[in-house]
Nanobody, 124 residues
Framework: EVQLVESGGGLVQAGGSLRLSCAASGFTFDDYAIGWFRQAPGKQRERVSCISNSYDSTYYTGSVKGRFTISVDNAKNTVYLQMNILKPEDTATYYC?????????????????WGKGTLVTVSS
């Protein structure tokens, strides 16, 4: 069974850090681009970051550049999103998604797999 499972969300104060994980089963990341998306209550889903092994590319949306870092551990088939200097506006449910043989950034449609999300809450 193909699955993407996010973890690492939680409640943190502004200025704090969290590391999100996206673990894959049933397929390997080698030929996929993996993206992180987020959706805050009442807002549209937005792309946050992306990493593509196939095309050796990464992407960060402007509001997280310099604060978030995406990385991949191919041995663990897991992608991480290190989030530092968190702000209340980062509060959202974060999802990871995968698309075969793609470069970054990823659009939030036409993706092959989605996780169910992990909630990040940043208090002021």
């Amino acid at each position: 069974e193909v699955q993407l499972v996010e973890s690492g969300g939680g409640l943190v104060q502004a200025g704090g850090s969290l590391r999100l994980s996206c673990a894959a089963s049933g397929f390997t990341f080698d030929d996929y681009a993996i993206g992180w998306f987020r959706q805050a209550p009442g807002k549209q889903r937005e792309r946050v970051s992306c990493i593509s092994n196939s095309y050796d590319s990464t992407y960060y949306t402007g509001s997280v550049k310099g604060r978030f870092t995406i990385s991949v551990d191919n041995a663990k088939n897991t992608v991480y999103l290190q989030m530092n200097i968190l702000k209340p506006e980062d509060t959202a449910t974060y999802y990871c998604a995968a698309r075969w043989s793609s470069w970054c950034p990823l659009d939030d449609y036409g993706l092959d797999y989605w996780g169910k999300g992990t909630l990040v809450t940043v208090s002021s």
